[in-house]
T-cell receptor
Framework: GQNIDQPTEMTATEGAIVQINCTYQTSGFNGLFWYQQHAGEAPTFLSYNVLDGLEEKGRFSSFLSRSKGYSYLLLKELQMKDSASYLCAVREWGKLQFGAGTQVVVTP | EAGVAQSPRYKIIEKRQSVAFWCNPISGHATLYWYQQILGQGPKLLIQFQNNGVVDDSQLPKDRFSAERLKGVDSTLKIQPAKLEDSAVYLC????????????FGNGTRLTVT
């Protein structure tokens, strides 16, 4: 089994940067995914890390340290449409398990 | 490409009734997943299929939940009898099948049990 921990909620101002941390414990790590989920909608894929280091995709970047069981999602130049829940998910022995999600609130 | 299709979009039933959800994955996706998402929580994996075989159903409450994927394409998830705590969004997802492939989710079925 695994524990996936991420903060419940974060608030940031439009145009700012927010970093969402995720820690996990697993015995059979196959990769870490980040998903975005707007209220009432399905999760959509943002990024994937399998090796240590930083993956950059436009305004979103994701970092992984396997030895520390740690990842973060960095959202730059925040826009109002970025207000959503961000889900950290760990693939362990082929199964993808999700954390509870971090609700990001972007204010004007 | 067409996305993952799910129906119905919403369902309201009384406790002890039965209900079924349907999912059609993205064409060519070998792996199909059913997740349960309770309000305010992350999705919880119920069952995972690889083609028409079950890969994992360790978190499926088998006394009341059942799922099948007979021809390795469409899938149905059934609850019989439903309990109040089954109120949730039931998400179907599919992927090509390797650990590197992301899951693509359908819009889900919102179930309310009264």
């Amino acid at each position: 089994g695994q524990n996936i921990d991420q903060p419940t909620e974060m608030t940031a101002t439009e145009g700012a940067i927010v970093q969402i941390n995720c820690t996990y414990q697993t015995s059979g790590f196959n990769g870490l995914f980040w998903y975005q989920q707007h209220a009432g909608e399905a999760p959509t894929f943002l990024s994937y890390n399998v090796l240590d280091g930083l993956e950059e995709k436009g305004r979103f970047s994701s970092f992984l340290s396997r030895s520390k069981g740690y990842s973060y999602l960095l959202l730059k130049e925040l826009q109002m449409k970025d207000s959503a829940s961000y889900l950290c998910a760990v693939r362990e022995w082929g199964k993808l398990q999700f954390g509870a999600g971090t609700q990001v609130v972007v204010t004007p | 490409e067409a996305g993952v299709a799910q129906s119905p979009r919403y369902k309201i039933i009384e406790k002890r009734q039965s209900v079924a959800f349907w999912c059609n994955p993205i064409s060519g996706h070998a792996t199909l997943y059913w997740y349960q998402q309770i309000l305010g929580q992350g999705p919880k994996l119920l069952i995972q299929f690889q083609n028409n075989g079950v890969v994992d159903d360790s978190q499926l409450p088998k006394d009341r939940f059942s799922a099948e994927r007979l021809k390795g394409v469409d899938s149905t998830l059934k609850i019989q009898p439903a309990k109040l705590e089954d109120s949730a969004v039931y998400l179907c997802a599919s992927s090509l099948g390797s650990n590197l492939d992301p899951l693509h989710f359908g819009n889900g079925t919102r179930l309310t049990v009264t």
